[in-house]
């Protein structure tokens, strides 16, 4: 008879099996998970042809992808093909502050504006500054970038959700004005004949001519995705790191994440200075590929499409970040008719988004806890762990006894 008051639940052998198979089942999540479940070769032996793929993309402008006049747009197709890099590289920068961090910034066109300004500045004639050669530009636009991203992070990264909001929201804003009333900056006259990386080609005519110009995107788009593929390798790594595993922390729970002994203040700064100089970068290779700056390029609106990107193809999924870009710069140039409307479509199409797949194209997945999940199966059926489970069972039966 037992000794204790009331009848006792005797274990049920099938449930508990049913619970270990439940526990060792490999968590859902589609072509992500069967993706992650692949070997690094195979990872590899996957990309690879993507990569060729996107390098042979200019090539390829096929009349149902094309953004020309006898495809239905309105835009050359390499040079859509670089717009559509430079968001994909612009929607990562901004994928480490928003999908990684948590913090919602909505003036990362100010580092988008700050890089452009850069180049602008040491390359064109119209500025007063010494020059140096564009592609030493690159990394200057990323070191200036980050230190205004330390800059406006230091004061402001104490606040959390809609205050940082709109404190990001003003920093854009600020940098716009400052642009417009400092005389050097040249406002709306802004700079023309901004460098560019050196290069030439022999025309049909026999005639040299730039390699990298304003009407040629195709040279644009390869150096473009030289880049991106070089970001996500680095950030690929930082995801996978210490300070990765911070930032998911510090994104789901921030008390908690402090009190487990992450240093909160000080990986957020890392956050925006990171996603600050990808945001830089992406600015000078836009004002190169144009060749003119000035304060009528960055407005509230480029910074919430930019955002847009980010949400649309999945926040915290660099792969989901790229696509999101893409889509958001070539779908107004693909629909020209519809252009003029592509706020209020991409703002419809997020509300949409949110109620039937508020993850995004991509959603991230959650790693952490997928692989808990099979530690916790994994000691459920080690040897150790079921002699314990013996051992205890022995015991209630040697009670009931």
């Keep these: 008879m037992s000794t204790v008051n009331g009848p006792t639940l005797q274990p049920d052998p099938q449930a508990e099996q049913d619970e270990?198979?439940?526990?060792?089942?490999?968590?859902?999540?589609?072509?992500?998970?069967?993706?992650?479940?692949?070997?690094?070769?195979?990872?590899?032996?996957?990309?690879?042809?993507?990569?060729?793929?996107?390098?042979?993309?200019?090539?390829?402008?096929?009349?149902?992808?094309?953004?020309?006049?006898?495809?239905?747009?309105?835009?050359?197709?390499?040079?859509?093909?670089?717009?559509?890099?430079?968001?994909?590289?612009?929607?990562?920068g901004l994928n480490v502050v928003v999908g990684y961090a948590g913090l919602l910034d909505l003036g990362y066109v100010a580092f988008f504006a700050v890089g452009s300004y850069v180049a602008a500045m040491f390359t064109s004639p119209d500025s007063p500054f010494f020059k140096i050669p564009y592609l030493w530009t690159l990394p200057l636009a990323m070191a200036v970038t980050m230190f205004f991203g330390v800059i406006l992070g230091v004061p402001t990264l104490r606040l959390r959700g809609d205050y940082l909001a709109i404190v990001t929201l003003g920093f854009g804003e600020i940098i716009r004005l400052l642009a417009t009333i400092i005389p050097a900056v040249k406002g709306q006259v802004g700079f023309q004949n901004v460098g560019r990386p050196p290069g030439s080609i022999i025309g049909e005519d026999g005639v040299a001519r730039p390699l990298f110009s304003a009407s040629n995107g195709a040279p644009w788009y390869w150096l473009t995705i030289t880049i991106i593929i070089v970001v996500l390798l680095l950030v690929g790594n930082l995801e996978r790191s210490r300070v990765g595993r911070a930032w998911v922390a510090i994104r789901e729970d921030e008390d908690a994440a402090e009190i487990m002994g992450v240093p909160v203040f000080k990986f957020k700064v890392w956050a925006f200075a990171i996603g600050a100089a990808v945001g830089g970068l992406t600015g000078a290779l836009a004002g190169g590929q144009v060749g003119f700056v000035n304060n009528q390029s960055f407005t509230v609106q480029q910074s919430i499409l930019f955002l847009a990107a980010v949400v649309l193809g999945g926040a915290g999924n660099k792969v989901g970040a790229i696509i999101g870009g893409a889509l958001v710069a070539y779908i107004p140039n693909r629909f020209t008719a519809i252009a003029d409307y592509k706020y209020l479509i991409f703002g419809v199409a997020l509300v949409v988004l949110m109620i039937f797949r508020s993850g995004g194209i991509l959603a991230a997945r959650q790693k952490l806890l997928a692989f808990s999940r099979k530690a916790y199966s994994f000691l459920r059926q080690s040897p150790g762990t079921s002699a314990d489970r013996q051992r205890v069972e022995a015991q209630r039966s040697g009670v009931k006894r």
């Design 20 to 92: 270990l198979n439940r526990e060792a089942r490999p968590p859902r999540g589609g072509a992500m998970s069967r993706w992650n479940t692949l070997s690094r070769p195979a990872q590899w032996g996957i990309l690879i042809p993507v990569v060729i793929l996107a390098y042979a993309a200019p090539a390829l402008n096929l009349p149902i992808l094309s953004t020309e006049t006898g495809g239905g747009g309105g835009t050359n197709w390499d040079i859509n093909l670089f717009q559509m890099s430079y968001y994909a590289l612009i929607a990562v």
